[in-house]
Each structure stands twice: as structure tokens, then as C-alpha cells.
């Protein structure tokens, strides 16, 4: 069989090939074995080389479908400390959620501490499951604190000689998730001896989206096909969904989009809703309320009228039906996602309306059975003049949506990604979160690695997401931070929240690689609680998921917690985005891609500088979209922070940062940094040796050798691209070295 051998673009002078990608130092048979030889082939033959050559490369996964809830048995030492807990459990009703609950709480005893709860009442040795109207009636002197919606209280008490174990809320649903609660104290070693914990949401809604197709492929997803579709319909076992459910519900979910938001029109068609019921009814038991993405245009799609003109009474109409139909059968249903007017979907622009002429005529056919509306804010011309610099994508979403501000009915809420561009691995918090005072807003996390690794390389994101949620708008010069403007905490919004594109799949991993899934865990904590430290959920998850060892829990931690920093290094430091190929795969590197075209995620790089001028005063004004305080910190080069100069700022490369260093002296040593940071992942990993079980360490291993040669070729390709446009070398002569290098490879193959 013939090598493939990946090249550094033309000789210098040459176009330089944005398909093309760099493997300077990697040996020749990785890129075969791992994805050089099928990143230029078509799609389907990827897809087939990389399934067949990868499955030989690694073993077979470890089935892992209960993630970090495996309640690996504790040791008798550990297991001492919880003699004390009752031995009975009694549920003080009988719905399907406290149902869950009780179940749960029996199998987590038994599997963690060897015990078998019995179900049935004991007047002295009792876990007491139920809400706290119930609870009043069962022990009328228990002292009740007052929880809002979804909040549970665990508590440990005495009563006239009763010894009582007390897991209570407002809702069944809100006891299930303190049946989680204290599983998951007792799985991390905490102590429950006189437990008193009141824990409330923080914000209503805490959504996950599924970009799943009918056809059971997932858009932007990389653990598998779907598990909710196959072939065009829903899939008879459903099985997986039910467990889907269950791991949510585990970290405080309340709601799941279970389709693309690119959606299929068919999924509204009459002899499709009950096959949705049936998915439904999976998450019912979890109390995980399922949700749709819809296509604007469905009713003209489907035939039934000749328009979608949201104004249009048929239309109005048309969609009470359609909300009728289902709520008949999904008596639960949690409402619809919608996007529109982006990307080619169709939408209200097309007869002249807004976004909240569109996202209303929904909403009123929802409000009647409570349902909601997601109003995606991602919505921009993907057509724009590259050559016009005072084009901006940046500016769409504020552009658009900001002077329909309080024209939207209380039952939408506007869903506005993290950053203003499309998820990339460093962006600015959207302006648009201080833009839409009287409007109901949620933020929008990509869960699913798509500008970051795709679950191939490590990249634990919530310290990204934290920098955004704590990030400070000062709105009025007041603190104002992200966090409490999605949560409805400002300004009196009576609804907020949080929607997470989490893509799994029947990957026995859900997102196929096993530590991929502490950023769906790090999203239902955050989700629940924007206020915990990144260390402390990382924490979390790691004892849940790979147990107590110290060397285990600290070795896991420190990769996990280190890994965006790394993963920036070596791609797009400085504000730059991850310079993928963006009109194609938006993992290898190809930052030409990016440029010339009308996506609008440039970087203006040239033979004098880099970065866009997003400035008031010379710029495309972008940064005049934010509050006085924050337009003054970005707009002016001295008080602007380094890791995000390229993305407001053209700058010569002889820019010197903050640091101390010149630009293209930061993103020669940064990738070359974020090099060894990944080659160390791999020395990192290997002391695990023996502590971790083997059928994981070996899953995990060829991973991080992976990312290892990865992390040259993004190293080598983005440092020559930089070093050919500027002409300027680096300081430690390595560029011109690895140039001649790539010339020598390409002359071998």
C-alpha cells in the first residue's frame, strides 16, 4: 500500500493550499494510520478508512454507558463512614420521577456500599423521598426550607425518636435531583452524617440541543449515529434514549431538542408525532422534558398552505394545530427551537417580518399549554465582501436583534451563543447578552468539540465558559456578569437559562472518547450552579468517573483543567480562532481557508500584519456594541487583553504585547509551547499505568499520541503560513528549519 505523506503547502511564492495540512515531525506511518491519508479523499472514503483503520489501532472501548455514574464499589474503609444510613426508603408517591428516584437511590447503595434498601415505611430508620407538601404531612414537625422550583433539600434529622433521611423539593422532579446529589457525595467520599444541604437552580431552563438527523447522522457530532433516528424514522429500541435521559436528569437537565436545528420539515408531519411520543415517554421517567427544532417554512414545506408568512392568520393557524396535536400526545412537551434566516434556512425575512413577528406566532400557539420558544440568535449573511472592511458576521446577531428588544412575547427566549462568531476557541462574550434588556435570553454552549478537537483531542471547556458567564458587562457601570443575564436575574426576566449542543451517540462513549464527557457534565453543573470553580467540577467528574485515587484524581484533573490552554497554543493564540479549514471539515488547520470568502471569519492576515479592526474609531465598529466600560477596555490597545488583541486589532507583527513579546514571536513560541504542552498528555497518561483500568488506558493512550502528532502538524503548518506571509523569522531559528523539512518530505512523496 502506497504512504501518504502530509505536506506544508507550496514552495514559498506559491497559493498556498488551505486543504492541506503539515506533519513535519510525525512519522510517516501515522499520517497514514490516523487521517493524513484520507483528509484531501472524499467524504464517504474518510469516513470508511478512518472507521476501519482507527478500530484497528485502538481497543475496543470500554462500554461505558453509565458515564460518571458507575458507582464503582467503595473500599470497607470508605464504605465505614455510611453505617449510619437508614436501611429502608419510602416514596411518598407513586409518580414515574419519584419512581426513578427510589430506584436510583436503591441501586446506588447497593452497587456503591453492598447494601439492599427495602422499600416500605419504619418509624426509626427511614430515607424519606417526596415533595415538601408531602413531607409536612408525613413528620408535621420538620422545620421546611423554602426552596424555589427544582431545588431539594437533603437532610439528616431526628424527630421523637425517629431517625429520618430527608431528600425533598417543590417537585418530584426536583427530588430526583437530590437523589443525585447524594449519590454523588457518597461515590466522591464526602461525609453525610448530619447532612443539612439546600441547593436551588440557578437559572429555570437547562436545555441540551441535539443536532440529530432522520437519517441517524448528527451534524457536528463525533460519537456515533444518533440514538434517537435511523432510516428516516425513530428507532424501535430507544433504550439508549432512556439512559440519555438519565444521565441529565443526574446533573440537573430539565429539557432535550432531540433534532438539527437545520430541521427536517418531516418531523412535524402527523404520522411522525407519534413516533416522537414514544422518545418522550423514554424521557418521561427522568423528567427530561423533550423538545423539537422546527423549520419556519413548515407549513408551506409539508403543503399544507402556500406560505409561511408569520403574519399570515392561516399561518397562526396553522401552527395551533400543529402545537395542538402534539400536546395532545406529549401532554409534557417542552416547545421548539428555532433558526431561521441563517445559513439558508428559511425564514420571516423572506416576507418582509422580524425575527419577533416569527418567533410570536409560535410562541401564542405554545402559551396556552406552557410550552416555549428558542429563538436562535445566530443569524448573519454568509455572503458577505470579504474585500469590504467594514464587513462584520461579528456585528449580525446585536444588529438584529437588539432594536427588537421587549418586542418579543414572555414565553420566547432569544438563544445567543457564547462568543459572536461560531464557537471558536477563544472568543469575546457576545454583546448581544447586554443588548436585549426586556427580553427573556439564554446562552448557547457547543458542548460537541467542533472548532476544538472534535472529541479526537482533549479540550475540557469549562474554563472557557466561565470566563464568559463571569465576564462583567457593566451595564449602567453596574456589575452586571453574563451569568445573571441568561438566568433571568436582571433586569426581572421571568425566564433564562442555558442550552448546550451536546451531540452524543451510540458510541459506547456517548461522544467517543471517554474524557470528552466531563464537558457534558461540566455543562449540566454549570448550567445548575455558573458560581462552582472549573477545578471543582473537574474534581467531580473525575472521582465519579475513574474513583478516589489520589495520584488518579490529580493526574486527570490537571490534563483536563490545562487542556483548552493547550489546545489554543498550538492552533489560533491571540484571539485569532483556531484557523481551521473552514469551508471545510473545521479541524485541520488551513488558515487561508478563512479568508476570501463570504463566511466572515477572517483575520485580515498580510505581509504587515494580523487581525481584524473591529475598533469604533477605525474599525467596523463592533466593539461600539457593548456598554461604555467594555467598548473603553477593547478599543483602546493599552488596556485591551493579549488573548483576545487579534480579534478587535490589526497589528504589525513587531506589535509588542503586554508580555513583553512581539506578535509573531507569540505565535511562533505559542505553538511550539502548546506542542510539548500536548506531547506531555502523553507522559501525563502513562503513569496511570496500572491505576486506571486497562481496558481504558489503553482506549485513552492512542488518543493522546494522536493529539501529540496533531499538535506538530498544526504547530509546523500554522508557523510556516505565518512565517511565509510576515518574512519575519523567529528569533530561535526553528521556522526555517522546519520549512526545509516540509520541502524535503514533499520532494519524498
Known sequence: MKKFVRWNGPPRGQKYNARASSELACDKHVSMKWAGCFRQAPIWFSIAIFCSVGSLALPAAESDTDAWLRYSALDASSAKQYDQLPTRVEVLDDSPVLKSAQHELIEGISRMLGRTLRAGSDRRDVFLLGTLAEMHQRIPGLKLPELRAEGYWLKADQISGEKFFVIASSTDRG???????LLSKIARRETVTNLD???????PLRWVNQWDNLDGSIERGYGGPSIFFADGKVRDDLKRAGDYARLLASIGING???????????????????????????????????????????????????????????????WKKKVDEIYQQIPNFGGFVVKADSEGQPGPSTYGRTPADAANVIARALKPHGGLVFYRAFVYNHHLDWQDLKADRAKAAYDIFHPLDGKFDD???????????????REPASPLFAGVPHTNEGIELQITQEYTGQQRQLCFLVPMWKEVLDFDMRIGNEATPVKELVAGRVFHRPLGGFAGVANVGMDANWLGSPLAMANLYGFGRLAWNPNLSAETIIEEWTRQ???NDPLVVHTIDAMQLSSWHTYENYTGPLGTGTLTFITGNHYDPAPESSERNGWGQWHRADHNGIGMDRTMATGTGFIGQYPPAVQKMYESLDTCPDNLLLFFHHVPYTYVLHSGKTVIQYIYDSHYEGAEQAAGLVAQWKTLRGHVDQQRYND?????????????????????????????????????????FAADLRRAS
Open 545 to 547: 468517573t475513574f474513583g
Open 175 to 181: 427530588v430526583l435531583y437530590g437523589v443525585f446529589a
Open 411 to 425: 414565553n420566547v427566549i432569544i438563544q445567543i451563543k457564547n462568543g459572536p462568531i461560531d464557537f471558536q476557541v
Open 700 to 740: 485513552v493512550l492512542p488518543r493522546f499520541e494522536y493529539q501529540a502528532k496533531e499538535a506538530i502538524v498544526w504547530r509546523d503548518t500554522i508557523c510556516d503560513w505565518i512565517y511565509r506571509l510576515s518574512g519575519i523569522p523567529d528569533q530561535k531559528g526553528r521556522i526555517r528549519q522546519a520549512s526545509t
Open 256 to 318: 432535550c431538542t432531540i433534532n438539527n436545528v437545520n430541521a427536517d420539515p418531516r418531523i412535524l408531519r402527523d404520522d411522525f408525532i407519534p413516533q416522537i411520543k414514544r422518545i418522550a415517554d423514554a424521557f418521561r421517567p427522568w423528567g427530561v422534558q423533550l423538545a423539537l427544532s422546527v423549520d419556519l417554512g413548515s407549513p408551506k414545506a409539508l403543503g399544507d398552505l402556500d406560505t409561511f408568512d408569520p403574519l399570515d392568520p392561516k399561518v397562526a393557524e396553522w
Open 197 to 203: 444541604d439546600a441547593e436551588t437552580p440557578y437559572a
